[in-house]
């Protein structure tokens, strides 16, 4: 009653001849994170390279549309709470909080759908950025944040600091990993699921099972999802 035990590795050892059951957080080794510190560099310049034409004809056409800047920038929390600012393709009009405040009723509908409108009911979200949100292109710039150390491809959501409430009690466990572009949640439905409580099970347990072996089958899971647009709007 004081912890859900399936969101740790379990080891069972004895004290005293006593048996005992240790509930461990997940990890890497130092030299597991030094790889994968690695990768994700190599992987962020590789990918950059290849999408920078995405970026010019995303940054031309966002300014045909809008005067708005082209990138949005939020304060998110990282690796042990650590605040950075995450960047992204814009994707909603510039006064997009303003609006939505200014519609109690779908505001509130905002809050109780867990700070997210259902598809097609969002009045903030530009042409273009619809299109950016259903293909997940407006992650790209995310990769910014990987090369400075902010994120990492692979690893739980980057929460806003309001959110990580959410996570009561394993709010500790849950920002002992650095936030990453796709993740456990990302692969397995994203914005189909509902439920926050789920969420936060499915951080908790990437954390739980993290590994390198991990981190490829999420890499790998992920360009199917992307390519189906599951969960993304």
Known sequence: ELLDARLFRQELGDVGGIPVLSLLNGGLSAIQAGIKRGADILGAIV????????FAAVTIVSKIESRAPVFFVQRRLGRNGKPF????????????EHVLKQRPELYRKYVENNYKLPEGEDPRITRIGRFLRATSLDELPQ????????????GPRPVVPEEVENYADYASLFLSA?????GHWQVSGRSEIKEY???????LEYIRDQSLSKDLEILLRTVPAVLMRRGAH
Request: charged share 25%; aromatic share 6%.
């Open 47 to 54: 990918m950059l390279a290849i999408a920078s034409p995405l």
């Open 143 to 154: 990769l910014f944040n990987v090369l400075r150390g902010d994120m990492s491809l692979v």
């Open 178 to 182: 650095k936030p990453g572009m796709t």
């Open 197 to 203: 409580a789920r969420r936060v099970e499915l951080d």
């Open 85 to 96: 600012m995450v960047f992204k393709f814009r994707t909603m009009v510039a006064d997009a």
